[in-house]
């Protein structure tokens, strides 16, 4: 109780106010203050919780538009992935026949080794949501814990993506560049920015070449795992995308 009211009446007589009039307004007066601030703290609390929905709801809908592309995005990868397994099974497949006459079909596919592919992904909306912490005030726990899961595919999948280009740099390239000739193997996109020509690769220290056959069992075994997280990521995504719009009803 307001201690000035408390002084008030204390100090008050009552000779002076016979009918309790004064008294009578001056509860009244500190009702109707208490009213208004609880009215004000409720009507503020509302709002509050309006703002935060709105918030939530544009956040969410960040993170769909993220969503979208991404599955686009994901399943062209696993396509890549099935090419580059195809390419390499065959890679390996023509050198443990020791067939010089399928050293066409070689060059054909060996040029896979010779180029990193792009299996990175990233959702910045919705890393910054993770790192926020909001995901554990989320109300539903199925969403949460999907939330959760793709913070570990994608760390997967990076660290995975991270790994073939230090691969590339590290082991494939020195071996590539001492013995085939990179025009040659390069894509006829990649030709135009090439001059095509030069020294021919050596292709006859393929089949004796332990350290190449181990890079390509390597590289097919890289794709295969990378096939099978990719395949997760991609259902785990479209999983997200229908718990999402669902929270903001879209």
């Given amino acids: 109780m307001d201690k000035k009211f408390v002084k008030q009446i204390v100090d008050y007589k009552i000779n002076e106010d016979k009918s309790g009039k004064v008294l009578k307004n001056r509860l009244v007066e500190i009702i109707l203050v208490k009213v208004g601030i609880l009215l ?76 990193v592919r792009n299996q990175e992904f990233s959702f910045p909306a919705i890393e910054d949501y993770i790192n926020s912490g909001k995901v554990a005030k989320l109300k539903n726990r199925e969403t949460a814990k999907l939330f959760r899961k793709m913070q570990f595919e994608l760390k997967v999948l990076n660290a995975k993506h991270l790994y073939n280009i230090n691969e590339y740099q590290l082991i494939i390239a020195p071996l590539t560049n001492k013995y085939f000739n990179y025009s040659q193997l390069a894509t006829s996109e990649q030709q135009k920015n090439l001059v095509v020509g030069g020294p021919e690769s050596n292709f006859d220290m393929v089949f004796n070449n332990l350290e190449l056959w181990n890079i390509l069992n390597q590289k097919l075994e890289n794709y295969n795992y990378q096939k099978t997280h990719v395949t997760k990521f991609i259902k785990l995504l479209e999983e ?9 009803n879209l």
Wanted: glycine share 4%; net charge positive; hydrophobic share 40%.
């Fill in 40 to 115: 004000a703290l409720a009507i503020y609390g509302i709002y509050q919780d309006y703002k935060e929905k709105k918030q939530m709801q544009a956040t969410f809908l960040s993170m769909h538009k993220e969503i979208v592309p991404a599955i686009e995005l994901g399943s062209d990868k696993l396509k890549q992935d099935k090419k580059l397994i195809l390419d390499f099974k065959t890679c390996l497949q023509i050198i443990n026949t020791k067939n010089k006459d399928s050293i066409k079909f070689l060059k054909q596919n060996i040029g896979s080794l010779v180029r």
């Fill in 240 to 248: 997200l995308d229908q718990a999402i719009k669902k929270e903001i």
